[in-house]
């Protein structure tokens, strides 16, 4: 188990310090396949979101339709994909504990992290090995619009604030400012079959 673990973090340090070197056509076939399942989650949680931000600017609506339907609407957006594709959000500092990080994970959004403090962050998808099946990263950098459920306490209003403490108690999710990582949606493929 514990080597398995070394395996992992070893292959997402690879792939994350190959930096500039240009990407084999297979990592980036890998990472086209990947984006694409991301961006059909993606689309209906922002689609959602907007939709219920316009309806009620102060952002209690969306907040609580997030916590009553981002759990349920990834599911149902997973349902549509191929047989052994994941798609999922994850955070360090997360608010559902659903969506709390593995190793991997973890270790991919420190590097982000780490290459956004020293300004060689690109936002760009990760393609990280994990036990044979490829994991495909995407960043979610924190606009504007994110604020008023994940900001410094003074820009999220009361009610929001109460419905949020009421349904995630443990919450990590507020304090964060535009332009810092907010998490990631990440996609699993399954592993490939071998030819040889
Ligand atoms: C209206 C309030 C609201 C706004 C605005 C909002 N979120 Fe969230 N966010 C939530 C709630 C509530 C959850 C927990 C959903 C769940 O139960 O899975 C959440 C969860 C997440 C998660 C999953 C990881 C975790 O912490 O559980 C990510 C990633 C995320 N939000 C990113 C963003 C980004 C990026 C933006 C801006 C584009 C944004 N959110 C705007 C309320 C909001």
Request: net charge positive; proline share 6%.
């Amino acid at each position: 188990m514990k080597k398995g673990m070394l395996l992992v973090s070893v292959a997402a340090a690879v792939m994350l310090q190959a930096g500039e070197a240009p990407a084999s056509p297979e990592t980036k076939s890998v990472a086209m396949e990947g984006v694409s399942y991301i961006k059909m989650l993606g689309k209906e949680l922002k689609g959602e979101l907007k939709k219920h931000l316009k309806q009620d600017p102060t952002g209690l609506q969306a907040a609580y339709f997030c916590s009553k339907s981002a759990q349920e609407l990834t599911n149902k957006v997973n349902a549509k994909y191929p047989e052994g594709v994941r798609v999922y959000r994850t955070a360090l500092k997360y608010r559902n504990p659903a969506n709390k990080p593995d190793a991997t994970d973890t270790k991919v959004m420190e590097q982000i992290e780490a290459q956004m403090k020293a300004g060689t962050f690109k936002k760009k998808p990760v393609v990280v090995e994990v036990n044979g099946k490829e994991r495909v990263y995407v960043p979610l950098i924190v606009e504007k619009a994110c604020l008023k459920c994940h900001g410094p306490a003074e820009k999220i209003g009361p009610k929001v604030k109460e419905t949020i403490a009421k349904h995630y108690p443990q919450d990590m999710a507020t304090g964060f400012t535009e332009g810092s990582l907010r998490g990631v949606i990440v996609a699993e493929l399954p592993a490939k079959k071998s030819t040889n």
